[in-house]
């Protein structure tokens, strides 16, 4: 409205000088022209950078990961982080722990816990899984194997001296106290062991126990 009210107020002096107006306003519409070129070519430049920064982030993340994408950046973390742990002696979280005292105190048993003598990364290990099962009530004769053969690859092995189909009731709550704690094992049968007899005047023997944990390491 004001351009409008100024042609009106100035139409005199317009229509003596037309050219003179005209370029006037050719003039100001170039000058607009150019400004707003140039802001946008200045928001278009902040932009461009903005992607090439953008984009130069992502080739050094490529380069740096051998172009691996997110998920292969992820599972490559996870390999590394499973190497190091390999490398790491073997203990119980403080949640297999507490898992471990709570299944096994439903049943009491006798257990032989073996440990290979080779099993560098494993002492601890044994003696946690040993205190966890004496927490519970149960009664562990500990021992160390030398040259164990068929080692389990999971590093534990169960064993039931039962015999034929059966399962001793301690090796099942073993079992399932593991299976809780989500801690791996393997399971084995073997014929049932006999106390030897002593000749008289000898004493006894003690009943081997039915049950047998085996701890080693866990193989690579």
């Known amino acids: 409205m004001e351009i409008i009210d100024f042609v009106k107020d100035n139409w005199a002096s317009l229509a003596a000088a037309p050219w003179a107006f005209v370029t006037l306003v050719c003039f100001a519409l170039a000058v607009g022209f150019l400004v707003a070129r140039f802001l946008g070519a200045e ?5 461009d950078g903005r992607i090439a920064a953008l ?3 992502i080739d050094d993340y490529k380069q740096k990961l051998s ?9 490559k973390i ?6 190091l742990a390999a ?18 105190n ?3 048993g006798v257990v032989s816990l073996m440990l290979d003598m080779a099993a560098q990364k494993s002492q601890k290990f044994a003696r946690e899984i040993e205190k966890a099962l004496t927490r519970s009530g149960w009664q562990v004769r500990f021992g160390q194997a030398l040259g164990v053969s ?6 534990i092995r169960v064993t039931s001296f039962s015999g034929g189909e059966d399962i001793t009731s301690e090796a099942r709550a073993i079992m399932g106290a593991f299976s809780a704690a989500q801690i791996k094992f393997e399971f084995s049968k073997a014929p049932a062991k006999h106390r030897p007899e002593m000749p008289a005047g000898f004493p006894q023997m003690p009943e081997e126990p039915a049950t047998e944990i085996l701890i080693t390491d866990v193989l690579d």
């Open 43 to 47: 928001k278009t430049a902040l932009l």
């Open 55 to 57: 984009k130069e982030t």
């Open 67 to 75: 172009g691996a994408s997110p998920d292969e950046a992820k599972q």
């Open 78 to 83: 996870s390999n590394l982080e499973a190497r």
């Open 87 to 104: 490398l790491e002696p073997r203990e119980l979280t403080e949640g297999q722990r507490n898992t471990l005292v709570q299944h096994l």
């Open 106 to 108: 439903a049943h009491h």
């Open 150 to 155: 068929n080692r389990p690859s999971s590093g």
